[in-house]
């Protein structure tokens, strides 16, 4: 069942199926493979994985993401990240991740992140005379922070499909989140030492107090989604709608920057992204449900316990080669999909934190977003770049090293993950 299964899958995605019908011809063959093909059967779990009220949240951050964009409130962020750490040597590289981490706390997705800070920085950067590819690169591993800081999307998904608080996956995100960061910033401080970026100038205290008030109505939405979350006043779903709200009347009355004409265009972009996340995960339930009834769970945990001879370190090693390698020529969504009813499973047999597992399931499938060749946010970074793959890659290398090297640290260090849920038992 297990090599029909993979054979199935990745055999239509080399064929450049899209994914969404990979999974549901992958189904379908397994239904053939199990002699009960049933349209009943597919067409059920397949409305009952998106008819699932927690990822209602999934279209309100994406617009609240894309109304922050639109209404002024990314470029207010990034002119704050500024005048905090712009003036230092190689500065714009700071403000780049700083910028990001602050956004992450909004949109829950890497490609918002990355689309809205990398086209207000790069053609800064650029004119700066910061090294064009390297710079790309920081943009996009810096937007790969964006699903691991609460609010995330994946983490939405994944709490549905497991079953795990996704309260409880937001925590878990946040000091993984701040490490990759820093670690992010470190690597960058190295090249710009090398490259002899200029200095930024240091903002004077009005500049610095111009900065911080035009940007807190931007830094008031991050703690109002997570501080309405904590205190039991709303859900995740229900702070996603506060978000939008908040976004749609800072743009529109106090910045002023967005206008009605911009929410057609607006709608139509969540509604797109939207469609897309929830056919996969459609498609994706159905999918789960022949690999559940085929017990692939339980011979992929038997294939582990011969790997790692029982050994827990050895059994997270593998899964964590098992999701870099998927990473690399599936995207997020798709694979946390395909792989959470297989290794959630797993995680609760041999005794894992199952908030911990999904937390290192979620950072190792965001390194797969900057690695090629299929790599979603590296191509919206050479998009904004106009550069080639080619181009960017290599000064993409160190960064995933030091994301893989923080991946290890959550690993096999679990309280990193779990010490911030465990405060809010």
Not at 40 to 66: K, V, Y
Not at 247 to 274: C, D
Request: hydrophobic letters at 55%; one cysteine or more.
């Amino acid at each position: 069942m297990l090599p029909v299964f993979l054979l199935s899958l990745f055999g239509f995605i080399f064929l450049n199926v899209p994914i969404v019908f990979a999974l549901l011809l992958t189904t379908l063959v397994l239904m053939l493979f199990m002699g009960d093909v049933s349209a009943l059967t597919l067409s059920q779990h397949t409305l009952r994985g998106i008819d699932n009220f927690p990822l209602m949240a999934i279209p309100f951050f994406l617009l609240a993401g894309e109304i922050m964009n639109v209404g002024g409130m990314s470029k207010r962020i990034v002119q704050f990240a500024k005048v905090l750490v712009g003036h230092v040597v190689g500065g714009l590289g700071y403000v780049t991740t700083v910028a990001s981490m602050i956004f992450a706390g909004v949109s829950g997705s890497a490609i918002a992140d990355t689309s809205a800070i990398g086209s207000i920085l790069l053609p800064i950067m650029e004119k700066e005379g910061y090294n064009k590819a390297k710079s790309a690169a920081l943009i996009a591993a810096s937007g790969c922070i964006g699903p691991i800081i609460p609010p995330s999307i994946p983490m939405i998904i994944l709490g549905v499909i497991g079953g795990i608080s996704i309260v409880k996956l937001f925590l878990g995100g946040i000091v993984p989140g701040l490490l990759i960061g820093v670690g992010l910033m470190v690597m960058w401080y190295f090249h710009a030492k090398k490259a002899k970026y200029p200095k930024g100038q240091l903002a004077t205290g009005r500049e610095f107090w111009e900065a911080t008030k035009e940007a807190s109505w931007a830094l008031m939405l991050p703690i109002i989604i997570l501080g309405g979350i904590l205190s039991g006043i709303y859900t995740p779903t229900e702070a996603a709608v506060v978000a939008v709200v908040y976004a749609f009347l800072v743009g529109m009355f106090v910045y002023k920057e967005f206008k009605w004409k911009h929410l057609h265009g607006t709608l139509i972009a969540s509604t797109k992204a939207t469609a897309v996340v929830l056919m996969v995960c459609g498609a994706a339930t159905a999918a789960g449900y022949l690999i559940t009834i085929g017990q692939i769970p339980a011979k992929l945990a038997d294939t582990l316990l011969f790997l790692s001879f029982d050994n827990d370190l050895l059994i997270m090693f593998w899964i964590n080669i098992l999701l870099l390698l998927v990473g690399c020529v599936m995207d997020l969504t798709p694979a946390l999909l395909i792989l959470g009813p297989i290794l959630l499973p797993i995680a609760a047999q041999f005794g894992f934190d199952p908030v911990y597992f999904g937390v290192v399931m979620v950072c190792n499938l965001c390194i797969g977003l900057i690695t090629p060749p299929v790599g979603t946010v590296l191509y919206v970074a050479c998009g904004l770049s106009k550069l080639s793959m080619g181009k960017i890659t290599p000064p993409i290398i160190g960064f995933i090293s030091i994301m893989i090297g923080t991946l290890f640290i959550i690993t096999y260090i679990p309280g990193v993950v779990t010490f911030i849920p465990n405060l809010f038992k």
